[in-house]
């Protein structure tokens, strides 16, 4: 199964309202990251926030981390219709040869933010 | 900005063809990663590679082979293509060392397997 599993699958909201992204992990990490992705495009890096951070800001993005629950949460403020994508949590599952980290991606949550 | 461009947003080949897709960062990053990308099962990874010439597989290299002849530029190679290749692919690029855990990723080439 994926490390890393977003809830909900899919997600509607109203502008101006805020939407909260769960993602859930089994093994040990050093970081976990989201990502975000827009319908047939490439991922794009939101933010990166470290096992010994609980809580992190970029903008309108907050997101926590519970190591001890092994789950991090993406809180996006005030959505905008430009929010609309896909979102994924990706961790860290081992270190590469030569280093860097392999990645683990979860299946993501669909946005959906409308007018 | 780090930039990474794939060779085509869409191609469609038949059944059995050799298939070339390429990527090319722009930003001198070491690690370079190739995945697919199907509904329900998230992006796996195929290939990557850490230098020029070395490769090490992924989560499911069954069917794929890849060459790095040079470090800004890794390409995916279907051998003989088959329908369950059918799929999305996305390239990434990183730099070496650990905190460089970031990944930046291609627009993807959605390839279909007639």
């Known amino acids: 199964s994926q490390q890393g599993e977003e809830d909900p699958q899919a997600l509607s909201i109203q502008e101006g309202e805020n939407a909260t992204m769960n993602c859930s992990y089994k093994?040990?990490?050093?970081?976990l990251q989201w990502y975000r992705q827009n319908s047939g495009r490439g991922l794009v890096h939101l933010i990166l926030?470290?096992?010994?951070?609980r809580e992190k800001h970029s903008g309108r993005l907050r997101v926590t981390l519970d190591t001890s629950k092994k789950s991090s949460s993406l809180l996006i403020t005030a959505s905008r219709a430009a929010d609309t994508a896909s979102y994924f949590c990706?961790?860290?599952?081992?270190?590469?040869?030569?280093?860097?980290?392999?990645?683990?991606f979860g299946t993501g949550t669909q946005l959906k933010v409308e007018l | 900005d780090v930039k990474v461009t794939q060779s085509s947003r869409y191609l469609v080949k038949r059944t059995g063809e050799k298939v070339f897709l390429e990527c090319v960062q722009d930003?001198?990053?070491?690690?370079m990663f190739w995945y697919r990308q199907d509904p329900g099962l998230g992006l796996r990874l195929i290939y990557f590679?850490?230098?020029?010439?070395?490769?090490e597989k992924g989560d499911i290299p069954e069917g794929y082979s890849v060459s790095r002849e040079k470090k800004e530029r890794f390409s995916l190679i279907l051998e003989s293509a088959s329908t369950n290749q059918t799929s999305m692919y996305l390239c990434?690029?990183?730099?070496?060392?650990?905190?460089?855990?970031?990944?930046?990723f291609g627009p993807g080439t959605r390839l279909l397997v007639l």
């Open positions: 093994t040990s990490i050093n970081n």
């Open positions: 590679s850490y230098d020029v010439k070395m490769k």
């Open positions: 926030i470290r096992s010994n951070e």
């Open positions: 990434a690029s990183s730099l070496y060392g650990a905190g460089q855990e970031t990944q930046y």
């Open positions: 990706a961790t860290d599952a081992r270190r590469l040869t030569g280093g860097g980290n392999k990645l683990t």
């Open positions: 930003m001198d990053h070491e690690n």
